[in-house]
């Protein structure tokens, strides 16, 4: 393949409430051992052409990217406005969202974010300023304030984040993230004015959610996916499939499984400690419908989830590992415990 590919920088997405999101964004997630080396990763993403960053509280990494904003914008790489950022609220903040906001836009150096999310359905049990952000018992289980499973307080969250959509300029969009069709099904109807314009989850193919992907799509919500590659140690790039790709459009095999989803309209969260790696992963490959369902059905034959993480227990996402609430399962009582 030698004809010039398109860049994945250069690629917009409508949202339901007639705003854009570039299909491409950074996510920041900062090393263990690194925090801020997140700083160079914003300015080489930044002076790449990405023009979507993804970021949280819980993340820990806001004052880094806000330093490097600072920077780009007092050398007039871009403008504030040329950029769209989106950060979210933890579950231990869920009875406070703005308060979280606030801390994020003051770590951030902004006056708004263009999207706020919820980043989990569920409420933990967590102080004024959010702390313990995990709290948990001594044997390590998760504290809530509400059943995971089938509570309701979550919305409220979601309730309050309208709200401040309503009454500020703090945030030009809402939405959410690691929503399953059960989560979705028990909250839509309960949203008073403002639908969630994006649902984050991961995705890739060795995960096919196809069912989740088509009820969003159906109900006007973007799917942006993060762990494109799986996450930790990259699997997803060792399928064979995505190597063919690569070496047929002649490019990375990062830059495969992210036209995975731009292809398919949805979002993709691209992360890098590398910023050599960061600067060589924008390019689009003009996959075929035939090669983007060959990718697909990866997933179909061995499906595969790498981010089974605490939080998601009980909110009835398939393959999710020592979830008894996995629809793969049956329903049983998870562990855990409310205050």
Known sequence: MTEQLDSATSVKLQLSNGKTIPALGL???????????????????????YRHLDTAWY??????????????????????????????????????PEKSLN??????????????????????????????????????????????ANGTKYIETYHKMEDIL????????????????????????????????????????QLPQQD??????????????YSPVGGPGAPVLEIPLINELAKKYMVTPNEIAEAYHILNNRGVLSRSANLSRIKTITRLPKL????????????????????????????????????LYSTDIGVMKPHFETV
């Not at 969009?173 to 309960?190: A, D, R, V």
């Not at 989830?305 to 979830?323: A, E, K, L, Q, S």
């Open 27 to 49: 996510g920041t997630i900062p090393p263990d051992d690194n925090p801020g080396s997140v700083k160079d990763q914003v300015i080489t993403a930044i002076k790449e052409g």
């Open 59 to 96: 993340y820990g990494s806001e004052k880094y990217i806000g330093e490097a904003l600072k920077e780009l914008f007092d050398e007039g790489v871009v403008k504030r406005e040329d950029l769209f950022i989106t950060t979210k609220v933890w579950p231990s903040f869920w009875h406070n």
């Open 288 to 323: 075929s419908k035939e090669e983007l369902k060959a990718l697909y059905q990866v997933g179909v034959d061995n499906p595969k989830r790498y981010n089974c993480v605490p939080y998601g227990f009980g909110i009835g996402f398939r393959w999710w590992t020592g979830d």
């Open 212 to 225: 989740l992907v088509d009820y969003c799509e159906s109900r006007g919500i973007v799917i942006v996916a």
């Open 103 to 148: 801390t994020s836009l003051k770590d951030l150096g902004l006056d708004y974010v263009d999207l706020f999310l919820q980043h989990w359905p569920i409420t933990l049990h967590g102080d004024e300023n959010g702390q313990p952000a995990t709290p948990k018992k001594d044997d390590g289980s998760l504290i809530y304030d509400d059943d995971p």
């Open 166 to 205: 309503d009454k500020t300029d703090k945030v030009k969009s809402i939405g959410i993230s690691n929503y399953s069709i059960k989560k979705l099904e028990q909250f839509l109807p309960e949203v008073r004015k403002y639908k969630p314009v994006v649902n984050q989850i991961e995705l890739h193919p």
